[in-house]
């Protein structure tokens, strides 16, 4: 059973600081997906790494996939207020399916 | 163009009765995925249709059935239900061949 474990949980911090997201499973993925959901509503796709050490940047998110594609992390700069909310990483299953499987979530609250 | 639509946004439904949820898929694409989001937690596959055929299952209970119709939209029903049921119930789409998932705004299922 493919399983991802993302970490931390729960994060609280000041406007301006950085943080960091991570994603690790045993298992490897054709593709890793970040997600961003507020309340009561769908996740909303924020990035897609589909190779081996790729790194992307979404203004100030920087998203990268490790080199053997079993886990990934998402780092933000200068954090603002409105970055606030629940970042679910979910890795695509490596057959034609792509099921993905998903993190339990990291709620992130930035505090003015 | 119009993303991933789910209907209903909100549904009550009593212990043992049946519900039917739907979803259109974002233009363009051809492949459905319905996930179950208990609060706190992250999406569980229920399972993925394409070409109007089940093609990949999660571990859910037989309860939980689906339909893909010619225009790629779907349905899920739930029969028997528990209230173990309640949650979020999200859709998303996505291009066959392409591991790029989209997600509806969901539907929130509550069974008293």
């Known amino acids: 059973t493919q399983l991802l474990e993302q970490s931390p949980q729960f994060l609280s911090i000041q406007e301006g600081e950085n943080l960091t997201v991570y994603c690790n499973s045993s298992s490897v993925f054709s593709s890793l997906q970040w997600y961003r959901q507020e309340p009561g509503e769908g996740p909303v796709l924020l990035v897609t790494?589909?190779?081996?050490?790729e790194v992307k940047k979404l203004k100030r998110l920087t998203f990268q996939f490790g080199d053997a594609r079993k886990d990934s992390s998402l780092h933000i700069t200068a954090a603002q207020p409105g970055d606030t909310g629940l970042y679910l990483c979910?890795?695509?299953?490596?057959?034609?399916?792509?099921?993905?499987?998903f993190g339990s979530g990291t709620r992130l609250l930035v505090r003015p | 163009d119009a993303g991933v639509t789910q209907s209903p946004t909100h549904l009550i439904k009593t212990r043992g009765q049946q519900v039917t949820l739907r979803c259109s898929p974002k233009s363009g694409h051809d492949t459905v995925s319905w996930y179950q989001q208990a609060l706190g937690q992250g999406p569980q596959f229920i399972f993925q249709?394409?070409?109007?055929?089940?093609?990949q299952r999660g571990n859910f209970p037989d309860r939980f059935s689906g339909h893909q119709f010619p225009n790629y939209s779907s349905e899920l029903n739930v029969n028997a239900l528990l209230l173990g049921d309640s949650a979020l119930y999200l859709c998303?789409?996505?291009?066959?061949?392409?591991?790029?998932?989209?997600f509806g705004q969901g539907t929130r299922l509550t069974v008293v």
């Open positions: 998303a789409s996505r291009r066959s061949g392409k591991t790029e998932a989209f």
């Open positions: 790494v589909v190779t081996g050490g």
């Open positions: 249709y394409y070409e109007e055929e089940e093609r």
């Open positions: 979910a890795g695509a299953q490596p057959d034609s399916s792509y099921k993905l499987i």
